[in-house]
């Protein structure tokens, strides 16, 4: 590789390294405060970069609020990818707890995904509504196989994924219950949600927590 490759691989690199860095305050700030509160002066001293800098990146305050709520979003769905290989109840077992683990590793940005989509325009709306719908589709996938889903199973997963993002956040604010306890209530409610719409789960008729094998 020659010298001036290399100068442009590291500069690359140095902007990636520094892109980064950017979105994670961007998270620490948008997760802490509305959207009108956060200044992109605030932003710029908290990372050591200039003001100029961040619009040259992300060209507007919303643009870099899209930009961390794309990117966060985009990370919590990638932890969260099923395995295909593992029976129902234990595959959702299995994301329910990379979902988790995701929310005590990135609790900041978990609360810039849903607090800045509630304050925000269209674009990060649209951002979100992808993002629940492609969560929404992998539950349904895991709970009846080839079958098409009911219009009841659809609005009982729709709804429980409304729960856990509500009890996400409830509990990052005030952790009464322990991570094993979190766990098992939102797989109960799950449980609850398949029940009331009368679908029994493809391969295994439950999915409750206290029968739920991760291991």
């Known amino acids: 590789m020659s010298n001036n490759s290399r100068s ?34 605030d932003v710029a001293r908290h990372a050591g970069v200039s003001r100029g800098l961040l619009y040259h990146y992300f060209g507007s305050k919303r643009g870099f609020l ?4 794309e990117h966060e979003a985009a990370e919590l769905l990638r932890v969260t990818e099923p395995d295909p290989t593992l029976p129902p109840r234990q595959r959702m077992a299995r994301v329910l707890d990379a979902y988790l ?3 005590e590793a990135h609790p900041q940005g978990y609360r810039a995904i849903y607090r800045g989509a509630a304050s925000a325009d269209s674009g990060i709306r649209a951002i979100m509504d992808a993002n629940l719908r492609h969560q929404e589709q992998r539950l349904l996938d ?6 098409s889903a009911s219009d009841a ?62 291991h």
Do not use: M
């Open 66 to 69: 899209t930009a961390v709520v």
């Open 153 to 214: 199973l659809r609005l009982a997963v729709h709804g429980w994924l409304a729960f856990l993002i509500a009890t996400c956040l409830a509990w990052l604010e005030h952790p009464t219950l322990d991570r094993t306890s979190l766990r098992d209530l939102c797989i109960s409610a799950l449980d609850g949600a398949i029940r009331a719409s009368g679908t029994r789960p493809a391969g295994r008729p439950e999915v409750a927590a206290n029968r739920v094998d991760v």
């Open 142 to 147: 895991a709970l009846t196989g080839d079958a």
């Open 8 to 41: 442009k691989a590291f500069t690359r690199l140095d902007v990636d390294i520094r892109r980064r860095e950017l979105l994670r305050v961007g998270c620490e700030l948008f997760a802490a405060q509305p959207y009108d509160d956060v200044w992109i002066d």
């Open 101 to 103: 683990d995701y929310l």
